[in-house]
T-cell receptor, first 115, second 115 residues
Framework: KAGVTQTPRYLIKTRGQQVTLSCSPI?????VSWYQQTPGQGLQFLFEYFSETQRNKGNFPGRFSGRQFSNSRSEMNVSTLELGDSALYLC??????????????FGPGTRLTVL | AQKITQTQPGMFVQEKEAVTLDCTYDTSDQSYGLFWYKQPSSGEMIFLIYQGSYDEQNATEGRYSLNFQKARKSANLVISASQLGDSAMYFCAMRGVSGTYKYIFGTGTRLKVLA
């Protein structure tokens, strides 16, 4: 079974631009979560999607948005990029996300650099 | 509120020795899951081991075992016979009913295995 895939793996953007990151979950998984990881703030939860609906949301500004498609693939968009958005963005999928036993499996991440 | 605490920012261990990474948690949920992940320098988060709150036996997966002490709310990861490839960041995580099954992560412990 293929793991979680994320594209692109590396991205360089300039301030003010927008960016879209893509995540394909493990086949059969319907829950997709996004995290931002920086050296200063650690691992921070962005949002979770399940069946094309946002089910959970972290404390990030509205510049960060996401969506999920009917095939469970998810995209994350960041508009008006700021220097502080430079980070590793991790996507994780789980079967349903509604059981304590559901294990999240992570993708390799997208490393975003904002210049 | 749910919380995960990892008090060891960094640890060293000699190759072939065992090491324990500490994790304590706080939750009012009766049912929850505890997880450990490994993050090598490449960035990908690798699932290691899971322990359910109702599991009476400690979980084991190869060289990894989870020392679960429910009354003390601790879920320490034990790595036996450390290998150089074990050098990485290790994150403890919890998922419960509160927060609509959102994952809560600790701040991580950086483990360095010495030859």
């Amino acid at each position: 079974k293929a793991g979680v895939t994320q594209t692109p793996r590396y991205l360089i953007k300039t301030r003010g631009q927008q960016v879209t990151l893509s995540c394909s979950p493990i086949s059969g998984h319907r829950s997709v979560s996004w995290y931002q990881q920086t050296p200063g703030q650690g691992l921070q939860f962005l949002f979770e999607y399940f069946s094309e609906t946002q089910r959970n949301k972290g404390n990030f500004p509205g510049r960060f948005s996401g969506r999920q498609f009917s095939n469970s693939r998810s995209e994350m968009n960041v508009s008006t990029l700021e220097l502080g958005d430079s980070a590793l963005y991790l996507c994780a999928s789980s079967f349903s996300g509604s059981r304590n036993t559901d294990t999240q499996y992570f993708g390799p991440g997208t490393r975003l650099t904002v210049l | 509120a749910q919380k995960i605490t990892q008090t060891q920012p960094g640890m060293f261990v000699q190759e072939k020795e065992a090491v324990t990474l500490d994790c304590t948690y706080d939750t009012s949920d009766q049912s929850y899951g505890l997880f450990w992940y490994k993050q090598p320098s490449s960035g990908e988060m690798i699932f290691l081991i899971y322990q359910g709150s109702y599991d009476e036996q400690n979980a084991t997966e190869g060289r990894y075992s989870l020392n679960f002490q429910k009354a003390r709310k601790s879920a320490n990861l034990v790595i036996s016979a450390s290998q150089l490839g074990d050098s990485a960041m290790y994150f403890c995580a919890m998922r419960g009913v509160s927060g609509t099954y959102k994952y809560i992560f600790g701040t991580g412990t950086r483990l360095k295995v010495l030859a």
